[in-house]
């Protein structure tokens, strides 16, 4: 059997996401990011999915995505309703997931070169 090692074709790729950090590429990260796959934005100022805002959205918003995945930390937690309202205003579809998921969901979603940004939501 031969392996080959196939990259991706877009500049940013997901290696592995848990609730406390995440590896971009090669580069570990442990704070909360918005990554497109052309796009890496490392200074994202939220760090509690609960206390998420319609205001924290627009760096993602911003990049004109078809959806928007976000990924809380370990666990699914749910923005409120004014976040998803934000999304829904602009038609843009919100998945809100762990940080794990939203990591293989992202990486899927590029690969298709699906209009897609990430938010992650890292403690650090």
Request: glycine share 6%; charged share 20%; proline share 6%.
């Amino acid at each position: 059997m031969q392996l080959n090692l196939e990259r991706p074709d877009y500049e940013f790729f997901l290696r592995a996401a848990n609730g406390t950090s995440a590896l971009v590429n090669d580069r570990a990260l442990t704070a909360s990011f918005v990554l497109a796959p052309d796009t890496l934005i490392e200074a994202w100022s939220v760090s509690d999915a609960k206390a998420l805002t319609a205001e924290d959205l627009e760096p993602l918003l911003a990049l004109a995505p078809e959806v928007v995945i976000l990924g809380t930390g370990p666990a699914q937690v749910f923005p409120s309703a004014a976040v998803m309202a934000a999304c829904l205003r602009r038609h843009v579809g919100l998945e809100v997931m762990s940080n794990a998921a939203a990591a293989r969901t992202f990486n899927v979603l590029a690969g298709e070169h699906r209009k897609v940004v990430a938010g992650f939501i890292l403690p650090g």
